[in-house]
């Protein structure tokens, strides 16, 4: 069977490879004394909170669900919108945001909107590899841009300045970022932008971990730069309802109409019944847990990253957002006579039952050093992952 070109261009996960080899490990570990620790997982371990499931489960009762608007209920939408303002003091009107089945359909949407064939679109190296996909898939170009700690592994102004060339349509950030976990700075974004639209291009960040910042000097939404900045975010991480496949993307104006046109065509709209529950996040209560959740999350960085610093697992970079932490694997893979990062993830996934994700997927620049951790599992897992590692170092 002729496969398409296009098809052929989205190069595989190989996350998927160590991730299958992890669960296969795990199965044979179940029931000893060592179970598998899986910190290569990019999901918080909270499932949605009690309001939530139970407008779901009301939405299910009644009957509430008919297809919706391709761009999302009227009232899911304003709700975002009022979140908008009570949480950044930014005002987003309900018009420009659109519902979608998670962050992965809007960028899908965002880049089948304004990407042609051969256009070119700058993204930091490392970055989020399915980010680069949506690009493809729309038959452009991701072009990578190594960066350093320095600049917290995001763009900078020059580098987008030097990148610029014939075919270059626009930037791509995620910030806070998978895999490290950090952002961007408000002002270098601020200059990127001027860079981007000074040559009529597009600015999309992907701010599906934003909610989740520790950082106020990072916590501010692209939006507040410029309503012409799209943004893509998400119910999936701050919200915890991954497998709801619920997220929204907010556009200029002008796309919106677009934007609708294509959602109507290729989704219909996003999953009714999780629209409805969705509604339920921004109660006082949900709202007052998910806070919690974050507080969580920032004591287990804190824990975290100093003792994988303290193990030569370098991270870099204080992460300021997100669950993530990158570690700098190369001291001890020469210490320990390991090729690379991706044996060292199954080293530590062999020895000490802990699953990492491998730079691999995430670029090419520095990624063969590299090892993601998720924190985003409990205090307890991640102590049991330490514990580990150090003994088997
Ligand atoms: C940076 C980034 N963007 C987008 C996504 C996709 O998220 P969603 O579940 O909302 O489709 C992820 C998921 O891990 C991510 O890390």
Not at 72 to 85: D, K, T
Not at 118 to 140: K, Q, T, W
């Amino acid at each position: 069977m002729q496969i398409s070109s296009r098809a052929q261009n989205i190069e595989p996960f190989y996350v998927m490879e160590v991730a299958k080899a992890a669960s296969a490990l795990a199965a044979q570990v179940a029931h000893t004394d060592a179970p598998m620790v899986f910190l290569n997982i990019g999901e918080p371990d909270f499932t949605a909170p009690p309001l939530v499931q139970e407008a779901a489960q009301r939405a299910v009762h009644h009957g509430h669900s008919q297809y919706t608007a391709a761009t999302g209920l009227p009232q899911l939408r304003e709700r975002i919108s009022a979140w908008y303002a009570s949480r950044f003091g930014v005002q987003v009107p309900a018009s420009r945001i659109v519902v979608t089945a998670g962050a992965s359909a809007a960028l899908h949407l965002a880049c089948l909107a304004l990407i042609e064939s051969g256009d070119e679109i700058l993204m930091p190296d490392p970055s989020y590899p399915c980010n680069r996909h949506f690009v493809s898939a729309a038959e452009g170009k991701a072009v990578l841009i190594p960066t350093t700690a320095e600049e917290r592994f995001q763009l900078s102004a020059a580098k987008v300045e030097a990148a610029w060339g014939p075919r270059t349509r626009g930037v791509l950030l995620a910030s806070p970022s998978n895999p490290t976990g950090t952002s961007i700075h408000p002002d270098e974004l601020r200059r990127i932008h001027q860079v981007v639209q000074a040559r009529g291009g597009i600015t999309m960040v992907d701010e599906i971990y934003l909610a989740l910042s520790h950082d106020a000097q990072f916590g501010q939404t692209a939006l507040a730069l410029d309503d012409q900045i799209i943004s893509i975010n998400s119910f999936s991480k701050y919200f915890n309802m991954t497998g709801w496949r619920l997220g929204w993307m907010v556009v200029p104006e002008a796309l919106v109409s677009v934007v609708e046109r294509l959602a109507q065509n290729l989704f219909i709209c996003p999953s009714t019944i999780a629209q409805h529950a969705a509604l339920a996040c921004f109660e006082d209560a949900s709202l007052a847990l998910y806070e919690q959740r974050r507080a969580e999350f920032k004591a287990r960085r804190d824990y975290f990253i100093p003792q994988l610093n303290a193990l030569g697992l370098t991270v870099p970079v204080m992460p300021d957002g997100a669950f993530y932490a990158w570690a700098d694997c190369s001291e001890l893979c020469r210490k320990l006579g390991i090729k690379d990062s991706w044996d060292f993830a199954f080293e530590v996934m062999n020895r000490a039952h802990v699953a990492t994700t491998p730079g691999r997927d995430f670029g090419t620049a520095q990624t063969v050093q590299f090892v993601r951790f998720s924190t985003a599992s409990s205090m307890q897992q991640l102590e049991t992952a330490i514990t580990r590692i150090r003994a088997m170092l």
